[in-house]
């Protein structure tokens, strides 16, 4: 399987100003020796084409793919109809940001601060997906949730909306033991959706499990490194890279 480091694994560093978007590419290519890249949306400084095109360039020219753009303030549902037409329009931008920068996937939130969904909320939310999966496949990428927060951390609410949404460019991206609701069971569950991963720290001890999960559902995207103490992060990442580097060559004998 291939592996990639979210760019999140860095706001440490970020927030002190010792790293931006393309020092992280240059350490993806050179300092990890990966191909390629999964950008959170907070690293990027603007939504104009000139920028996105220089991001672009960064890319292309380190022979990486962009695997993931994960976006942040761009979720589907609030309660407040003008915060969900402000974030619906974010979420154009990076939609048209991940067709400039070439991403496979792109993560765009459910939304929702309650593990409950009332029915505005689900209606709305497969609106939204059906409209973002069909340009997604004219443009030959996908997009969905993560379990992150709220309404996404209960695998049946995934199940739910995978199934009314019933597209081929739609999925999640899987981030392993991040469930509010059925947490033994939930990454079993929802593994066939996925279409991208985030495997913590704290998962560390089971990365062999997590990939014969993966083997098991067929999964064909990457394995995504996410850091989060915002300490040491160069050394942190480097050591939970490692070891699911080790787990799979250990899984490939």
């Known amino acids: 399987m291939n592996i990639?480091?979210?760019?999140?694994?860095?706001?440490g560093l970020l927030k002190e100003e010792k790293i931006d978007v393309f020092g992280y590419l240059e350490s993806v290519k050179y300092r990890y020796h990966l191909n390629a890249a999964d950008i959170w949306n907070g690293?990027?400084?603007?939504?104009e084409d000139d920028y996105l095109k220089k991001v672009r360039q960064a890319l292309d020219e380190r022979g990486l793919c962009l695997a993931n753009l994960c976006v942040d303030g761009a979720h589907l549902w609030e309660p407040d109809a003008e915060t969900r037409e402000q974030n619906y329009r974010n979420a154009l931008a990076h939609l048209h940001a991940a067709e400039v920068l070439g991403a496979r996937t792109v993560r765009i939130d459910m939304g929702g601060?309650?593990?409950?969904?009332?029915?505005?909320?689900?209606?709305?939310?497969v609106k939204r997906y059906q409209e973002y999966t069909r340009?997604?496949?004219?443009?030959?990428?996908?997009?969905?949730?993560?379990n992150h927060w709220g309404a996404?951390?209960?695998p049946t609410n995934i199940q739910k909306v995978y199934d009314a949404v019933d597209s081929p460019a739609f999925g999640i991206l899987l981030h392993f033991e991040n469930w509010d609701v059925d947490a033994q069971n939930g990454d079993q569950i929802c593994a066939p959706y996925a279409f991208h991963t985030h495997l913590?720290?704290?998962?560390?001890?089971?990365?062999?499990?997590?990939?014969?999960m993966l083997a098991d559902a067929g999964y064909k995207g990457y394995l995504g490194v996410e850091?989060?103490?915002?300490?040491?992060?160069?050394?942190q990442v480097a050591?939970?890279?490692?070891s699911l580097q080790r787990t799979v060559a250990l899984q490939a004998r």
């Open 152 to 154: 996404s951390r209960v």
């Open 113 to 125: 601060r309650d593990t409950e969904m009332t029915e505005e909320q689900f209606e709305y939310t």
């Open 227 to 235: 850091h989060h103490s915002a300490q040491n992060e160069y050394v």
């Open 4 to 11: 990639c480091i979210a760019s999140y694994s860095f706001h």
């Open 200 to 212: 913590a720290a704290w998962v560390e001890p089971r990365y062999e499990e997590k990939l014969n």
């Open 43 to 47: 690293m990027l400084v603007s939504m």
């Open 239 to 242: 050591w939970q890279l490692a």
């Open 135 to 146: 340009r997604a496949q004219e443009n030959g990428y996908m997009v969905g949730p993560e």
